[in-house]
């Protein structure tokens, strides 16, 4: 069965930092790209940072650039999102996912995603 965990989520200043993991079972990322989303109360679900181990393509987006990092650890089959100077609009539920498309401009969530992180960043 794939499944992906996601963890690392909580309470932060503004301006603090967080790293989120995201553990996959069941595929490694040479079968799937996988990816970043949130979703903050009252808004859709976007996409935060991807990417595609097989051909080095990465999505990052523009409300995060410079700011959010997303790097994996295949012996662990762990991906990361290193997230830097938080703001508030940076409060969601983070969720990794598999990809179902990659480009420089956007990132579509795939079959498979995981339980979610809640990230609160108070002013």
């Known amino acids: 069965d794939v499944q992906l965990q996601a963890s690392g989520g909580g309470l932060v200043q503004a301006g603090g930092s967080l790293r989120l993991s995201c553990i996959a079972s069941?595929?490694?990322?040479?079968?799937?790209?996988i990816g970043w989303f949130r979703q903050a109360p009252g808004k859709e679900r976007e996409g935060v940072s991807c990417?595609?181990?097989?051909?080095?393509?990465?999505y990052i987006g523009a409300s995060v650039k410079g700011r959010f990092t997303i790097s994996s650890d295949n012996a662990k089959n762990t991906v990361y999102l290193q997230m830097n100077n938080l703001k508030p609009e940076d409060t969601a539920v983070y969720y990794c996912?598999?990809?179902?498309?990659?480009?420089?401009?956007?990132?579509?969530?795939?079959?498979?995603w995981g339980q979610g992180t809640l990230v609160t960043v108070s002013s």
């Open positions: 996912a598999t990809v179902a498309a990659l480009s420089d401009s956007d990132c579509i969530g795939g079959r498979y």
């Open positions: 069941g595929f490694t990322f040479d079968d799937y790209a």
């Open positions: 990417f595609n181990k097989g051909d080095s393509s990465t």
